[in-house]
């Protein structure tokens, strides 16, 4: 895991793409219980080189109901993004996730994490990946079926601050999913 680890950050396979060059953002351990995946880090967590270390970040484990010490603890959270750089910015925000990182990195590090329970995947670039067909036609639908997707992977919106609207038109997100969300986790990380 180390070295693979090492091989990751360490990583420049689409370095002439990104505009802060390469920063590879990525978190594990061999007995992490939970991985997150979700797009690619932004410029603030580019800086500090710290996953989810952001508002979104802070959002995220409100949702969750944990600390920042659970979080941060590698043998109960894997952070593995879609893409381990920032990847520039467009019209409406950060671009898309790089596409090369997932399929030459994902796989290697899943097999170096056998006590993994459970896989939450956060926004449409990471459910697409991993559902595939499974995943509804869109974000909603995938995130409103979640239990359709249990025990293995648990599909959220992303928490940034640029997704009040869509939490503001899906008030039963916060209402009924969440608490789920929680439970699923307490029961992980309860020894």
Not at 53 to 63: C, F, I, T, V
Not at 64 to 93: H, L, S, W
Not at 129 to 137: D, G, N, P, R, V
Request: hydrophobic share 35%; aromatic share 10%.
């Amino acid at each position: 895991m180390r070295d693979l680890l090492h091989q990751i950050r360490n990583c420049s396979l689409c370095k002439a793409h990104l505009p802060l060059g390469p920063r590879p953002v990525v978190t594990a351990h061999q007995r992490s219980k939970i991985v997150i995946i979700g797009q690619a880090p932004g410029t603030k967590v580019h800086a500090s080189g710290i996953p989810w270390n952001d508002a979104s970040g802070k959002q995220l484990r409100k949702w969750m109901g944990v600390t920042d010490e659970e979080f941060y603890d590698q043998k109960n959270f894997a952070i593995v993004p879609m893409g381990f750089c920032y990847p520039g910015r467009g019209k409406g925000g950060d671009l898309p996730p790089r596409p090369e990182c997932a399929p030459q990195w994902h796989d290697p590090l899943m097999e170096f994490m056998p006590n993994v329970e459970l896989v939450i995947l956060i926004g449409k670039y990471a459910q697409k990946y991993y559902l595939k067909k499974e995943a509804m036609k869109t974000l909603t639908e995938t995130v409103a079926n979640y239990q359709d997707y249990l025990p293995n992977y648990f599909p959220l919106p992303h928490p940034s601050p640029r997704n009040r609207f869509w939490l503001t038109r899906n008030p039963w997100f916060e209402a009924e999913i969440v608490p789920e969300l929680q439970k699923s986790i307490t029961t992980i990380l309860t020894p």
